[in-house]
Nanobody
Framework: QVQLVESGGGSVQAGGSLRLSCAAS????????MGWFRQAPGKEREGVAG???????FEAPFAKGRFTISIHSAENTLYLEMRSLKPEDTAMYYC?????????????????????WGRGTQVTVSS
């Protein structure tokens, strides 16, 4: 059974940085697609960034230039480096995964496409 566990959230001031981690078990990164999502109270879950099995990455417009998604295969961990954080980045952040092949259609920002989800880690940015 695939398990995803997020960590690294916390409270920071605007302009600060955080690195979120998603530890995966029973899952092979080289044959999967993974994504980071976030959900603020009263809002829909939205895609932050995704990474395909061949290493191609995707970011939401609000994430470009500030957030970086990466994988450390040896540690079986997905990361999200977040810089220049803003109060509007405050949300619960989730990682998601699905086994996939390189070159496939990858709707990275579609929550329903993913098979596995973590429970989330809270990020709070104060002004």
């Amino acid at each position: 059974q695939v398990q995803l566990v997020e960590s690294g959230g916390g409270s920071v001031q605007a302009g600060g940085s955080l690195r979120l981690s998603c530890a995966a078990s029973e899952y092979t990164f080289s044959s999967g697609c993974m994504g980071w999502f976030r959900q603020a109270p009263g809002k829909e879950r939205e895609g932050v960034a995704g990474i395909r099995s061949d290493g191609i990455t995707f970011e939401a417009p609000f994430a470009k230039g500030r957030f970086t998604i990466s994988i450390h295969s040896a540690e079986n961990t997905l990361y999200l480096e977040m810089r220049s954080l803003k109060p509007e980045d405050t949300a619960m952040y989730y990682c998601a995964a699905r086994r996939c092949s390189a070159g496939i259609w990858y709707p990275w920002a579609m929550p329903s496409w993913y098979d596995y989800w973590g429970r989330g880690t809270q990020v709070t940015v104060s002004s």
